[in-house]
């Protein structure tokens, strides 16, 4: 018997869809499969590769002072290039996803700060520019979100985070041989530590999808390469980073595909045999010579000549912009140091409103983070702490870097009112769930209890 109103079975459950005002329509390119999953990857792919392309490194050891040159130039239009795109996505999306305002919030203020430290410093000029860029990248990540499926942004930021990082990795293995053993990127000339978050973060975000029952084929050896390449840069920061965000990932698992049980089982027999029987992890975070005390000699003493900076009371609570990368230093054959912690960087560059609106900034998204949709809490929080631990040694966490662009999507992502977004997100999440066991279902609804025991 059919009812005059849905011509079904009236004993038939609906499958629960999302709630009013949450349906998002996606972009007017769909395609003709109507898989909505993979509606507009391409156009994200192509926005994030040049976020990612504007955002790393072109040269080394070259820090902007306010003046234009080419590569100022080329990064400055790649971004404005992806912005625009951006703008056409979000013209074209039709109804926008909800997301928070507390990033966009937090990153004003730290960006308003900065500029007037700079002002105040004689810098200006410089950090007047550098704010727009990150300001840029930051309203590019926006837009990526309100214009195009949670799965759409992340699949195409950490593609296009991959891609550059293993053509790095690709171009700068010949290499090898004259950078003391630690691999640096041939094209683009990415720095060790540059390489170690490209590759790492797409690793977490494998090892996510194999979590979550995604998984596909290929990603156990694409994982290798990944985490081989973050080994091969000796970037024992981002290695320590990779490894802790990975465990906080399998806590949260609650059933994991057999595949993934081996390859969690694998790996961890493989690091104790490694740490048991050998000397490979010692020599590896000692990197076998002198270079690890001298790597970590010259960052203290960096950070004990920026907390000793004579600085005047606007310095202190408002830094001096965004453009002071490197400070003076006394009692060492060198004059200058770079800064080698984004903390540090925050209290030179920000002053102490600056460090504390980072503290509420990482704090605040962290915390939330627990509370997204289960599908998303294991990448939120994971990819987060990735960040956060890196930070701790590596700068640019707040600037116009990879790590800001990744941080900043996280955090957009961790928000309550991103929450809606998620929610839509993962009511697509086509994950079958087992089948009960016969004679416990009193935590199934009504409706298929009756059907169950017909």
Same mark, same amino acid.
């Given at each position: ?8 079975? /009236?004993?038939?459950?609906?499958? /629960? ?115 727009? +860029? ?11 979100? +309100? ?41 683009? /000339? ?25 998984? +596909? ?184 870097? /990879? ?52």
């Amino acid at each position: 018997m059919q009812t005059a109103e849905t011509g079904s079975d /009236p004993h038939a459950t609906s499958a /629960p869809g999302p709630a009013p005002g949450a349906r998002i329509r996606l972009l007017r390119s769909r395609s003709r499969s109507g898989r909505g999953d993979r509606t507009g990857f391409p156009f994200a792919l192509a926005i994030c590769l040049l976020l990612v392309v504007a955002t790393v490194s072109w040269r080394q050891k070259v820090f902007f002072d306010g003046g234009l040159d080419p590569v100022v130039v080329g990064k400055a239009l790649l971004t404005c290039l992806a912005l625009l795109l951006c703008l056409h996505a979000g013209l074209t999306c039709g109804k926008p996803n909800p997301i928070g305002s507390r990033t966009a919030i937090l990153l004003l203020l730290f960006v308003t700060v900065s500029t007037f430290g700079g002002w105040a410093g004689g810098s200006g000029t410089a950090s007047v520019i550098l704010a727009v +860029r990150v300001l840029l990248v930051g309203a590019a990540v926006l837009l990526l979100i +309100r214009s195009f499926p949670v799965d759409v942004v992340l699949r195409a930021q950490f593609t296009a985070m991959a891609a550059v990082g293993l053509l790095a990795v690709i171009t700068g293995v010949l290499r090898l041989s004259s950078t003391a053993g630690r691999l640096q990127g041939g094209f683009p /000339p990415l720095a060790a530590n540059e390489i170690a978050l490209l590759c790492g973060a797409p690793a977490l975000a494998l090892i996510w999808r194999q979590l979550s029952h995604r998984g +596909r084929g290929w990603d156990l050896p694409l994982i290798a390469v990944l985490v081989g390449a973050v080994w091969a840069s000796q970037s024992r920061t981002g290695l320590a980073a990779l490894l802790v965000a990975a465990l906080l990932m399998v806590l949260q698992a609650r059933r994991m595909a057999p595949i993934a049980v081996a390859a969690v089982v694998g790996a961890a027999a493989a690091a104790a045999y490694l740490l048991l029987t050998t000397d490979l992890v010692s020599a590896y975070f000692g990197r076998s010579n002198q270079g690890s005390v001298a790597t970590l000699n010259s960052r203290t003493i960096a950070w004990s000549a920026a907390l000793d900076l004579p600085q005047n009371p606007v310095a202190a609570l408002m830094g001096g912009g965004l453009a002071l990368k490197q400070i003076p230093v006394q009692g060492q054959y060198w004059n200058v140091q770079g800064l080698d912690s984004s903390w540090v960087s925050a209290w030179v560059q920000c002053g102490a409103i600056g460090l504390a609106l980072l503290a509420i900034w990482a704090g605040s998204a962290l915390i939330a983070g627990w509370r997204t949709p289960r599908p998303y809490r294991m990448i939120v929080t994971g990819m987060l702490l990735f960040l956060i631990v890196r930070s701790v040694t590596e700068s640019g966490l707040i600037d116009a870097t /990879p790590s800001f662009l990744l941080f900043m999507t996280m955090s957009v992502l961790a928000e309550a009112g991103s929450r809606p977004t998620l929610v839509v997100a993962a009511g697509r999440w086509t994950v079958p769930e087992p089948e009960p066991p016969p004679g416990r279902h009193r935590d199934l609804p009504r409706t298929q209890r009756q059907l169950l025991r017909r």
